[in-house]
């Protein structure tokens, strides 16, 4: 973790999101995503009662218990991995790779398989929400699967929009330990974490100089910054290693006005 100084945010108070970072469409995108999984699991009632029949909400349970004990792999995982590699990481991790290779493989055809079949309950519903033949469910079918489709790759962009230079800070302070993550009224608060083995440090910093803008899309433009790791496809990581030519080539790219196209 690291201590920031406001003054790198425009726009923004203490405890505050930058001003105008999101607009109307990307709330919405992001609502939407956080609705999803509930959705989800409204669509499926009717299936699993139809199974289930009075045991329906003990089966929910069941499934809300293994998806509590799932959720608390991977906060075990995330606190001891800085990375973003999911299944394919944890498995790889601590089964092997073979075990990563086949892990990764089942989560990607899971999804292929999960987004159908979520469509296809929408497309029932839709039909009989609207009163119209139920025959028509591969219409709204294929309606909903374009839109995914549709938004899920075009201007749709809330994590790369912040991934921009906006200054150039120096560390004023080596790593020492966080003192909220001892500290039980804190959210981030860590019981496995001691002060003789501390699991979270926090690094100060200082701001040196204010820059103009520089995004992702117009680094991406230049072939001296072709290796730089945080270009690289699908890193999510949000601390990532800056080698010297870069940086002198990044100074020198600050210095310019910013492209018009």
Known sequence: MAKT????????GSGEL?????RLWD????????????MAMLLNVTGVAAVAGGSTPLAFLLGGIACLALAFVVIGFTRRMATA?????YASRSLGTSAGFMAGWLYFFGFICFVPMTMSAVGYLAADLLGVNPKLWILFF???????????????KVTTRVQLIVGIVTISKLAYPDATQFDPASEY??????????????????????????GIKEMRRYPELSEMRVLQKANRLSITPVQPGEWKFILRLLDRPPPTD
């Not at 406001?6 to 923004?12: E, S, W």
């Not at 995108?29 to 509930?38: L, T």
């Open 189 to 214: 608060y860590d019981a496995a974490s001691t002060r003789e083995n501390p699991r979270w440090l926090n690094v100060d910093v200082k701001l040196a100089r204010k820059t103009r803008f520089l």
């Open 18 to 22: 930058a001003h105008g970072s999101l």
């Open 85 to 89: 590699g999911y299944a394919y990481t």
């Open 5 to 12: 100084s406001p003054d790198l945010i425009p726009g923004a």
């Open 142 to 156: 294929f309606i909903g699967m374009v839109l995914f489709v549709v938004l899920s790759t075009i201007k749709i």
């Open 27 to 38: 709330a919405i995108a992001i609502s939407v995503s956080v609705i999803a999984p509930g």
